[in-house]
């Protein structure tokens, strides 16, 4: 199993410092961790409680970007910062990921999983060559499309099989992940107000919106999961 144009330090092959290995591991979640204090001190407890809460499950399949913002913005939470929170883990789990990648292969159930997608990476590859083709703008395109699969994990591995740098891994999901928690925040956001503002416009708008997501799912899905027969 190979990992184009990355350095043995960032693989983890074994001849790594101590101090350099535990930096490695804590990095992504310190920085959670402090946004996540930071959020505390700006918000009420109750509602940085449900944030955390939230972006805990954000971690717990199926929950997504496209049901978790939701139910944030209906609980309080701004829906900016529904949008940073889930985009910044994206990117965080995408840092862990590039720091660790060998430590992941040993986690139960994640490890396999990594290890069956890298093995088949020329054949996933190959039905998809636009994410190669646009590089950096491909693999964004890939985390913006709102399937299992395609957050920091899936993408930092598609990035590697592309090719791209470290940074250009992290630019793409932070792209790929904003646009995406941006589009589902202000959506949402819109709808909240519509229903809350006037019930008897607001949910008939609601209906049609989500109808139109619904269309707009499959049609992506018959796209992209055609691509894989």
């Not at 609601?206 to 691509?227: D, M, P, T």
Request: hydrophobic letters at 55%.
């Amino acid at each position: 199993m190979t990992f184009p144009s990355y350095p043995g330090r960032l693989l983890g092959t074994g001849t790594d410092s101590l101090p350099s290995v535990v930096f490695s591991l804590v990095l992504a979640p310190l920085l959670a961790f402090l946004y996540y204090f930071l959020c505390v001190l700006i918000l009420p407890l109750e509602k940085a409680l449900i944030l955390g809460g939230l972006m805990i499950l954000y971690y717990i399949p199926p929950s997504g970007k496209e049901s978790l913002i939701p139910v944030g913005i209906a609980l309080g939470i701004p829906w900016w910062l529904m949008a940073i929170s889930l985009a910044l883990l994206d990117v965080l789990t995408s840092l862990f990921m590039i720091l660790n990648i060998r430590l992941a292969l040993q986690i139960p159930v994640l490890g396999p999983w990594i290890s069956g997608f890298l093995g088949k990476g020329d054949e996933f590859m190959k039905k998809r060559p636009w994410i190669a083709r646009w590089s950096v703008l491909g693999v964004a395109f890939f985390v913006f499309l709102p399937f299992q699969g395609t957050g920091g994990v899936g993408a930092t591995l598609v990035g590697m099989l592309v090719g791209l740098s470290p940074l250009q891994i992290l630019l793409a999901v932070a792209i790929g992940a904003s646009a995406e928690c941006l589009l589902f925040a202000v959506g949402s956001d819109i709808i909240w107000r519509l229903i809350l503002g006037n019930i008897s416009v607001g949910i008939p708008v609601a209906g049609a919106v989500l109808a139109a997501v619904v269309v707009a799912y499959v049609l992506l899905r018959r796209w992209y999961g055609g691509e894989e027969e």
